[in-house]
């Protein structure tokens, strides 16, 4: 149901970094403490999709990378904030949490965002539209409309640009953040995380995996890497045979340059 949405997505540029971007930004680049409780909310989201559902559908509105880390960013600012507030979260209602979620970072990520008709649509009827925009409101509510914040997506594309690989390279980044979206152990902050996905891709890619350019811009180290780059490439090892294999089915198809496909790198030839 909410599962089609993973394969929607579509990458999108992003020009500021960590070191030339307002202090803002940076500020709000904190490491997630909320990743159980989001666990019981992933199956949901990133599940193979139903039968039921029309392969068009998957590709009708185009959703960015983007849209999708920010929807996870809001379940999980919104599951913290619930539960401070004494809220009770019933497993019934994780999937309309997502909905919701992903319909405000669509509208403020998407120049033409799905409506809740959609949404209604995609979960099957099983929430009406009504209720769909009143759960909307609720999460608003909750977060106190703070609703940005910056994520792996949007580090992704600046980090990039600094280290001037390829198409491939690119799109193995993009692989590699949305494959830590399912990870409960990964907690340490998005640019952190970021930096380490791109890492593994350079070494992918037969490159040398850190270079004095990337840690002018990133403000990491590679010894500061080396914990979470190990626990990336294990999840990449791993991601054909999990439950949750939606984003490794996205990836493999030839408009991602079936970087899923790939053959990973060995400890050994990880560089440290």
Known sequence: MMAILTDWLVGKPFGRGRRDGPKRLQSIDQPNT?????TRFLPFVLRSPPPSLPPELTTEY???STTLHHAVRLVDAYLLASGKKGLCMLRSDLQLLGCSCMLISSKLHEIHPPSPDDFEYISDHTYTRGRIISFELEVCDVLEFRLTGVTCSEWGEHYCKVSGGGEKERMQVRYLTELTLLD????????LVTAACVYLARRMEGRVGWSKDLEHHTG???EELRELVGKIAGIRERAEGSAL????????????GEVS??????EEDLGF
């Open 245 to 256: 294999k939606a984003v490794w089915c996205k990836y493999k198809a030839k408009k991602f």
């Open 220 to 222: 990491y180290g590679k």
């Open 62 to 64: 185009g959703l960015s």
């Open 34 to 38: 909320n990743k159980p409780s989001r």
């Open 261 to 266: 496909l790939r053959v990973g790198v060995m």
């Open 184 to 191: 409960m152990n990964i907690r340490s902050k998005p640019s």
